[in-house]
C-alpha cells in the first residue's frame, strides 16, 4: 500500500513522540479526512497520542480508497472539500461499513445550523465546530468508543441468536414432520370428509384423528389442547396412540374417552388439558353418537334445519375421572345431512377491531348452509374475509363430515369377503416354557387369522385357556385339584404349582386349534395333550353336585360352551369341538 | 392488562382481578397472587369483571388456583364474567369445577 505509507510519514515521526510518551495500548486505526495537510498533521499527532494508529487522506476520493483497503476503527471528517465534499464521503463510507458500526466524527468550520443537522443527516455521528479543544475531542471519541464497542457486543450476540434461533427452526420443523406422521398417518377415510387445518406455530395443538371401526363406521375426534407449540402438540401422540389402538381393539366410545383422559390426566401438568370432540358414525351412516368436552359446538345440518351439539362435559385431564362418559349421546341422521366440527381458533379469530368472527359472519355462514351442500367453502370464504388484517393467533381445525349410506362402512378388513377355507394351527411348548401359555388372539392376530370369528375370540380363549391349564397343572405338574378344598390348601396348592414349575418342569404341553367356517358361522376345535401321566377328569363333574366348591370349574365352564368335550388317554388328551 | 388482588380479613377472603386479556402473559402475575395466601385460612374469588378475553391458558391457571385452593374441596368463586368470558367457561363446563356467578 504504496499510497499508505507515503501518507503515514508524519505518522511515523509522531509515533517518536508517542514512544517517549508511553501509549497504552493500541485503539485502532483512525482516518483523518482534510484537504489541509496543517490539520491533518496536528490532529494526527494528538490521536497518535492517544493509542491510535493514525490514516491520512486529502480528498474524499482518496478517503473511500483508504477506507477499502485499511478499514480504519473511527473517522474524521472535514466538510469543505474539493471533489466529494465530507457529506457525501461518510455517506458512501456509511454504505461501505454496512451493518459494522464505524463512528465518523465531523470536524467543521461550519457553525450554521443547517451544516450541522446535515452532518447528522449524511450518516455523521458527532460532530465539534472548529477550534475545538483536545480535552473534548478526547472525551467525544471516548463516547464514540463506547458506542461502538456496544454496538459490537450486541452484533455478535445477535449473530449467535440468529445462528440458534435458525437451528432450533430446522429441528422444529423435523420434529413436526416426524410428529404430524406419527400422529395422522394412520388416519382413516381422510378423502371421505373434510378437514382443513392451519397451525399458528410450527406445531399446532389441535388434533384430528379418525379410524374405522372394527364392525364398520367410522370414529373422529378434534382435539385442542391447551396452549399451542411443541408443549402443546406433545400430548398428541400418546392421544393418537390410545385412539387408534383401543378402536382397532373394538372399544366403544366411553372407554376410549376414559382411557385418553386417564393417561392426560396422569401426563400432563394441572393447567394443561384437551378439550375434545369424538363422535362416531354407524356402519350404514344412519347413526351418529356424539360426546363434546370443552370444544365449541358442533351443527348438524339436517331435513329439519340446524341442530346444536353443545359441550356438555369438562375437557379431557382435568379430572381423574370423567364423568358422563358413559351414556353415548345418538342421533338418527340420513344422507345428506351434514356435520361440522371446529376448534376455538376459528371462532376467537378477530378481525382488526378486535371483533370475533363468533360475532361477525360465522352466524350467517350457517343460516346460509343449505341441506346436503358442502358448507366449508363459503365458511373458510367468511373467515379469511374477516381476518384478512390480522395475523393467526390460535390454531385452527375444521372437520365437515357428510352422511351417506355406507360411506363410513368399511375398514379394509370386513371389505375382503370373510375366506371360505379353514386353518390348522399348533404349537408344542417343553420344559420351562410351559409356565407361559400364550395369548391366541395376538397369536392369530398379525398372522391374519382372526377374520370371521373375530367376535368368538373371547369364548376361545376361555376354552383354551382352561384346557391348557389342567394340562399343565395336573397332567405335568401332577397338581391335585381337591388340594383347594380349603383357603388354606388353595394357597398351598398355588404355592405348589410355583415351587414345581421351577423344580420338576420337564414337561410338554401341546396345542392344536383348527377353524372350519361353515355357511354362516363356523367351528373352532382345540386339542390339548401333555406328557403327564393323565389324570380323572370326570372329578370334575363335581361342581355339579356340589356347587360351592371352589375348585373345578374350569371344565364345567368349557363343556357350557362347547358342543363337545372328549378326553382320551387316561385324561391326558383333550378334544373340544366349539359351533357356532 | 393487570392483575391486582384484595385481600378483606375479615372476610377471610381474597379477590384477585385480572384487568384486559387473560392470557399466558398473565401467568406470573396471577400466580403472585395467590402463591403466598394459606389456602386452609381463605377463600378466592376471581372476579372477571374487567376481562376482555379468556384464552385456555388462562384456563389452565384458573386449575391451578383450584388446586392451590385445595382441589376437589376447593370452592373458588369466579364472578363479573362479561358474554365472551362466560361462554368460554360454559363450553369447557367449568361450573363443574368453580362456583360461577
Known amino acids: ?580 | 392488562m393487570s392483575v391486582s388482588r384484595r385481600i378483606e380479613k375479615e372476610r377471610s377472603e381474597v379477590t384477585i382481578a385480572v384487568d384486559g386479556r387473560f392470557d399466558f402473559s398473565q401467568h406470573k402475575a396471577f400466580r403472585d397472587a395467590y402463591r403466598d395466601i394459606d389456602a386452609n385460612a381463605m377463600r378466592f374469588v376471581v372476579d372477571l369483571s374487567g376481562t376482555s378475553y379468556l384464552d385456555s391458558s388462562a384456563l389452565g391457571m384458573l386449575l391451578l388456583l383450584r388446586e392451590h385452593a385445595g382441589g376437589e374441596e376447593a370452592l373458588v368463586r369466579i364472578q363479573g364474567c362479561g358474554e365472551d368470558v362466560r361462554r368460554v367457561l360454559r363450553i369447557v363446563n367449568f361450573q363443574q369445577l368453580f362456583s360461577i356467578d
Request: aromatic share 6%; net charge negative.
Open chain 1, 1 to 580: 500500500m504504496p499510497a499508505l505509507e507515503s501518507l503515514s510519514v508524519t505518522g511515523s515521526r509522531g509515533a517518536v513522540d508517542l514512544d517517549s510518551a508511553t501509549p497504552k495500548r493500541v485503539r485502532g486505526r483512525a482516518l483523518i479526512v482534510d484537504d489541509e495537510t496543517a490539520n491533518r498533521r496536528l490532529l494526527s499527532l494528538m490521536l497518535q497520542r492517544e493509542g491510535f494508529h493514525s490514516l491520512e487522506a486529502q480528498s474524499g476520493e482518496e478517503a473511500l480508497a483508504l477506507f477499502a483497503a485499511e478499514r480504519p476503527d473511527i473517522v474524521f471528517m472535514d466538510v469543505v472539500m474539493p471533489g466529494l465534499d465530507g457529506f457525501e464521503t461518510t455517506r458512501r463510507i456509511k454504505a461501505m461499513a454496512g451493518l459494522d458500526f464505524i463512528p465518523v466524527i465531523f470536524l467543521t468550520a461550519l457553525k450554521d445550523e443547517q451544516s450541522l443537522v446535515r452532518c447528522t443527516q449524511s450518516g455523521g455521528d458527532d460532530f465539534l465546530v472548529k477550534p475545538f479543544s483536545v480535552t473534548v475531542l478526547k472525551a467525544r471519541i471516548l463516547a464514540m468508543e463506547r458506542v461502538r464497542d456496544l454496538q459490537r457486543t450486541i452484533s455478535a450476540k445477535q449473530q449467535a441468536l440468529t445462528a440458534l434461533w435458525e437451528r432450533d427452526r430446522e429441528e422444529h420443523a423435523l420434529a413436526e414432520r416426524v410428529l404430524s406422521q406419527a400422529v395422522s398417518s394412520q388416519n382413516a377415510a381422510t378423502d371421505k370428509f373434510g378437514l382443513v387445518q392451519r397451525s399458528a406455530a410450527i406445531f399446532s395443538g389441535d388434533l384430528v384423528l379418525s379410524a374405522h371401526l372394527p364392525g364398520g363406521g367410522l370414529r373422529i375426534l378434534v382435539g385442542d389442547f391447551t396452549g399451542h407449540g411443541l408443549a402443546a402438540t406433545i400430548g398428541a401422540l400418546p392421544v393418537a396412540d390410545v385412539f387408534h389402538a383401543m378402536t382397532r381393539k373394538g372399544f366403544d366410545d366411553a372407554r376410549v374417552l376414559l382411557e385418553i383422559n386417564d393417561k392426560l390426566y396422569r401426563v400432563l401438568p394441572t393447567d394443561r388439558f384437551m378439550a375434545a370432540c369424538l363422535i362416531s358414525i354407524s356402519r350404514k351412516g344412519d347413526e351418529l353418537r356424539w360426546w363434546n368436552g370443552g370444544m365449541p359446538s358442533c351443527w348438524l345440518r339436517t331435513r329439519t334445519g340446524l341442530r346444536e351439539l353443545v359441550s356438555h362435559a369438562l375437557p379431557l385431564g382435568v379430572l381423574p375421572d370423567l364423568a358422563g362418559a358413559e351414556a353415548p349421546r345418538r342421533i338418527p341422521v340420513s344422507p345428506g345431512d351434514r356435520l361440522l366440527m371446529m376448534t376455538d381458533g376459528v371462532l376467537e379469530a378477530c378481525d382488526g377491531e378486535g371483533l370475533m368472527f363468533v360475532n361477525a359472519g360465522f352466524d350467517d355462514v350457517l343460516k346460509d348452509w343449505l341441506r346436503g351442500a358442502p358448507v366449508l367453502p363459503a365458511l373458510f370464504e367468511a373467515f379469511d374475509a374477516h381476518c384478512a388484517e390480522t395475523p393467526q393467533f390460535d390454531d385452527v381445525a375444521v372437520v365437515e363430515v357428510p352422511f351417506e349410506a355406507h360411506l363410513f362402512a368399511a375398514p379394509t378388513l370386513d371389505q375382503i369377503p370373510v375366506p371360505l377355507s379353514g386353518w390348522r394351527w399348533s404349537l408344542e411348548l417343553e420344559g420351562e416354557r410351559v409356565a407361559r401359555q400364550p395369548s391366541i388372539e395376538s397369536v392369530l392376530e398379525p398372522l391374519g387369522l382372526l377374520d370371521g370369528l373375530r367376535q368368538h375370540m373371547g369364548v376361545i380363549e376361555t376354552i383354551v385357556s382352561e384346557l391348557y391349564s389342567n394340562a399343565l397343572e395336573h397332567g405335568v405338574l401332577k397338581l391335585d385339584s381337591s388340594m383347594k378344598e380349603t383357603p388354606e390348601g388353595f394357597d398351598a396348592y398355588y404355592r405348589e404349582r410355583a415351587r414345581r414349575l421351577v423344580h420338576a418342569c420337564s414337561g410338554q404341553v401341546t396345542l392344536r386349534l383348527s377353524y372350519r367356517p361353515e355357511g354362516d358361522g363356523g367351528c373352532v376345535r382345540v386339542q390339548v395333550s401333555d406328557s403327564g401321566d393323565g389324570f380323572k377328569p370326570d372329578d370334575t363333574l363335581g361342581v355339579a353336585r356340589n356347587p360351592t366348591r371352589p375348585w373345578g370349574r374350569g371344565i364345567a365352564l368349557v363343556r357350557d360352551l362347547c358342543e363337545s368335550v372328549t378326553y382320551r388317554g387316561n385324561g391326558s388328551e383333550v378334544d373340544a369341538i366349539y359351533r357356532w
